[in-house]
């Protein structure tokens, strides 16, 4: 090869920095509707959610948890004023209680939600929505039939950067999706010893990445999966029992989408998101999730680094409830609705088959997680 020889070279370009686009993704709030919420379930998680309700003003107005002493913790906190229950149907029997914020794990959760809507409650349900995709629907079709909402708490769906892209999207900025590329490297050792983690099989690709395969479906609107490939793989030194390794495909006609994940990375956390599209590039890196703090627009007129507000552990609890309250205030299906998130479950459940069987799976033929 010559020394003129550029093979395999761009040609230099001269970048132009150009105007921050408007994209609106911060959380949003009803006009006037702020109805009483009540809360069953004060574990750890319930902590960012009250914290984040108050910010916004919502008034939580009941807490309920099998350890009253917890309930009366998280009311002592940020609610002072709030009633305490040990069963959740006390709770739910409170007439003047419109909305539930239902955090328990799966299993614990689903009669729960069902006795909401039978209750005639408004639902935020913690994610993942249900570990069977029929028993989704059916509270789907329950939620219909009383009149009411039900949404999830996909939180990642109002992380900064995550809600930005999917707005800038929305907005066509960048033309049609042809590839998304997300690559984490993160230390979750936390788990280690906690059994309602490390007794979950695929604790990186389901209890994790349940939020990717959420922001997946959100990005790729308009554009149906036919086939998802997933790995899961451990090594010798982990310190928990789950594969900490992680990678997924998943197949459009006209599009792919990439999942790198190490939930073991002790040293050099990172976490890159890079979206390109017909029309321009849109890129998020930080050494977290929650620290995500601007995205990089690349158009051809030019490009600009956007400074984001907020992080996921605000912007995210504030706006799944934010939205939900707004559907209910305008009479219109939330964004994050049950029915909606049966979509993300659906890729989800297909990367957890294809993990366990190392073949590619089609969205929908899988309607549960594998089990041990």
Request: proline share 6%.
């Given at each position: 090869?010559?020394?003129?020889?550029?093979?395999?070279?761009?040609?230099?370009?001269v970048?132009?920095?150009?105007?921050?686009?408007?994209?609106?993704?911060?959380?949003?709030?009803?006009?006037?509707?702020?109805?009483?919420?009540?809360?069953?379930g004060?574990?750890?998680?319930?902590?960012?959610?009250?914290?984040?309700?108050?910010?916004c003003?919502?008034?939580?107005?009941?807490?309920?948890?099998?350890?009253?002493?917890?309930?009366?913790?998280?009311?002592?906190?940020?609610?002072?004023?709030?009633l305490?229950?040990?069963?959740?149907?006390?709770l739910?029997?409170?007439?003047?209680?419109?909305?539930?914020?239902v955090?328990?794990?799966?299993?614990?959760?689903?009669p729960?939600?069902?006795?909401?809507?039978?209750?005639?409650?408004?639902?935020?349900?913690?994610?993942?929505?249900?570990?069977?995709?029929?028993?989704?629907?059916?509270?789907?079709?329950?939620?219909?039939?009383?009149?009411?909402?039900?949404?999830?708490?996909?939180?990642?769906?109002?992380a900064?950067?995550?809600?930005?892209?999917?707005?800038?999207?929305?907005s066509?900025?960048?033309?049609?999706?042809?590839?998304?590329?997300?690559?984490?490297?993160?230390?979750?050792t936390?788990i280690?010893?906690?059994?309602?983690?490390?007794?979950?099989?695929h604790?990186?690709?389901?209890?994790?990445?349940?939020?990717?395969?959420?922001?997946?479906?959100?990005?790729?609107?308009?554009?149906?999966?036919?086939k998802?490939?997933?790995?899961?793989?451990?090594?010798?030194?982990?310190?928990?029992?789950?594969?900490?390794?992680?990678?997924?495909i998943?197949?459009?006609?006209?599009?792919?989408?990439?999942?790198?994940?190490?939930?073991?990375?002790?040293?050099?956390?990172?976490d890159?998101?890079?979206?390109?599209?017909?029309?321009?590039?849109?890129?998020?890196?930080?050494?977290?999730?929650?620290?995500?703090?601007?995205?990089?627009?690349?158009?051809?007129?030019?490009?600009?680094?956007?400074?984001?507000?907020?992080?996921?552990?605000?912007?995210?609890?504030?706006?799944?409830?934010?939205?939900?309250?707004?559907?209910?205030?305008?009479?219109?299906?939330?964004?994050?609705?049950?029915?909606?998130?049966?979509?993300?479950?659906?890729?989800?459940?297909?990367a957890l088959?294809?993990?366990?069987?190392?073949?590619?799976?089609?969205?929908?033929?899988?309607?549960?997680?594998?089990?041990?």
């Open positions: 090869m010559s020394e003129d020889d550029d093979y395999g070279l761009s040609s230099e370009k970048e132009k920095t150009i105007d921050p686009p408007p994209v609106d993704y911060l959380p949003k709030k009803p006009k006037s509707y702020n109805p009483k919420i009540g809360l069953i004060a574990g750890g998680i319930s902590e960012f959610h009250l914290k984040n309700y108050k910010a003003g919502f008034e939580v107005a009941a807490i309920a948890n099998r350890t009253r002493s917890k309930g009366e913790e998280k009311r002592d906190q940020f609610y002072p004023e709030a305490v229950f040990e069963d959740y149907r006390e739910l029997a409170v007439e003047d209680i419109e909305v539930v914020d955090t328990p794990h799966p299993a614990d959760r689903l729960i939600l069902r006795e909401s809507l039978n209750a005639g409650k408004h639902v935020l349900s913690q994610k993942p929505f249900v570990h069977d995709l029929s028993e989704g629907e059916r509270l789907v079709d329950l939620a219909k039939e009383k009149n009411l909402k039900i949404a999830v708490n996909q939180n990642g769906r109002w900064p950067h995550f809600s930005y892209l999917r707005n800038a999207i929305a066509g900025l960048i033309g049609r999706v042809t590839s998304v590329d997300f690559s984490l490297q993160w230390d979750q936390w280690k010893g906690i059994p309602g983690f490390e007794n979950i099989r604790m990186v690709l389901f209890d994790f990445a349940v939020h990717w395969f959420d922001i997946t479906d959100c990005l790729m609107t308009g554009q149906k999966p036919t998802v490939f997933a790995s899961a793989i451990g090594y010798s030194e982990q310190e928990y029992r789950p594969p900490a390794l992680g990678a997924v998943v197949e459009y006609p006209e599009a792919q989408v990439r999942m790198a994940f190490n939930a073991h990375t002790k040293l050099g956390e990172e890159v998101t890079t979206v390109i599209g017909t029309k321009g590039t849109l890129r998020s890196r930080g050494p977290g999730l929650n620290e995500q703090p601007e995205v990089e627009v690349c158009l051809e007129e030019g490009s600009v680094k956007v400074p984001l507000t907020g992080s996921w552990f605000e912007s995210g609890f504030q706006g799944t409830m934010g939205e939900l309250l707004c559907a209910i205030e305008e009479n219109r299906e939330p964004s994050n609705s049950a029915r909606n998130n049966l979509q993300s479950l659906e890729l989800c459940f297909a088959q294809s993990a366990e069987t190392g073949q590619s799976v089609k969205p929908g033929e899988a309607q549960n997680p594998p089990t041990d």
